[in-house]
């Protein structure tokens, strides 16, 4: 049986959903799970690798002024996760806290 995966999970938000689910696939930039949302063949690669029974998007920018990050990551990792869940677990839901 698969297990939900959680990208951010050393985020504040993260670090919660991952206490309060218990046993779930921990992704963060970095480790055995890494996967920059950024990126969407890391995303692509990752999914099609895990097969979640559920995505929750924990991953976010909160420092700095200029807004590209920002936008890189909220905007382009959101439509990354999206893209990628359609084609490689479809059934999967994907919830966004980050």
Not at 48 to 66: E, F, K, Q, Y
Request: aromatic share 4%.
């Amino acid at each position: 049986m698969s297990k939900p995966l959680v990208l951010g999970a050393r985020s504040f938000i993260g670090q919660a959903v991952v206490a309060s689910l218990g046993d779930v696939y921990a992704s963060t930039r970095n480790g055995d799970l890494a996967c920059d949302v950024r990126d969407r063949h890391q995303v692509q690669e990752l999914l099609h690798r895990l097969r979640p029974s559920a995505i929750i998007n924990c991953t976010g920018v909160m420092d700095g002024v200029d807004p590209r990050p920002f936008y890189e990551t909220h905007v382009g990792g959101t439509l990354n996760l999206l893209e990628s869940q359609r084609e490689c677990v479809p059934t999967s839901p994907l919830i966004l806290l980050g």
